[in-house]
């Protein structure tokens, strides 16, 4: 397997245009994790998924980013309309979801950079 | 609620000397603990975890339940341990993890 895939790896992008974070987990795993990456604030659990069911979007900033998964092998994070302080690194992490066993394995990241 | 505090944001030490990352957890069930590791620009990826015991790359972890911790220790630091490390927390169902702020370590030589 070659372990949980992002696309695309950087993003820059204007102040104001929508962007689209793509996430092909682990085949097999039923639970996904978007986080986003800042010096400041650290890592920050944004939205979750189990069985592509979201269970918790609480972290999710503001209502200009949505997630979706629409099957087992593929969510999208989308910022609609960008903003300057969106800048981060945004992770994509998978895990099997079982009981005892809640290791996340994590996607190289995308560096979104808005202008 | 789940709680993770690393106290330390950037830690430094010299080559060769010891190393001790901390991490206190606050949770009522039974935890599982993990430390991650990240190297300059790259992903996170798991360290160790403390159901394992094992030892990855010199680092060692104890869960000590009394005092809430699951400190990262390694006798002898090198160049190469310097990253940024992040103590997690688990236990819940879905796999969710709560992480701590992390500590950047920095190993001069």
């Known amino acids: 397997d070659a372990g949980v895939i992002q696309s695309p790896r950087h993003e820059v992008t204007e102040m104001g245009q929508e962007v689209t974070l793509r996430c092909k987990p682990i085949s097999g795993h039923n639970s996904l994790f978007w986080y986003r990456q800042t010096m400041m604030r650290g890592l920050e659990l944004l939205i979750y998924f189990n069985n592509n069911v979201p269970i918790d979007d609480s972290g999710m900033p503001e209502d200009r980013f949505s997630a979706k998964m629409p099957n087992a092998s593929f969510s999208t994070l989308k910022i609609q309309p960008s903003e300057p302080r969106d800048s981060a690194v945004y992770f994509c992490a998978s895990s099997g979801g079982l009981a005892g066993n809640n290791e996340q394995f994590f996607g190289p990241g995308t560096r979104l950079t808005v202008l | 609620a789940q709680r993770v505090t690393q106290p330390e944001k950037l830690l430094s030490v010299f080559k060769g000397a010891p190393v001790e990352l901390k991490c206190n957890y606050s949770y009522s069930g039974s935890p599982e603990l993990f430390w991650y590791v990240q190297y300059s620009r790259q992903r996170l990826q798991l360290l160790l975890r403390h159901i394992s015991r094992e030892s990855i790359k010199g680092f060692t972890a104890d869960l000590n339940k009394g005092e809430t911790s699951f400190h990262l220790k390694k006798p002898f630091a090198q160049e190469e341990d310097s990253a940024m490390y992040y103590c997690?927390?688990?236990?819940?169902?879905?796999?969710?993890?709560?992480f701590g702020q992390g500590t950047i370590l920095t190993v001069h030589p």
């Open positions: 997690a927390l688990g236990g819940t169902s879905y796999g969710k993890l709560t």
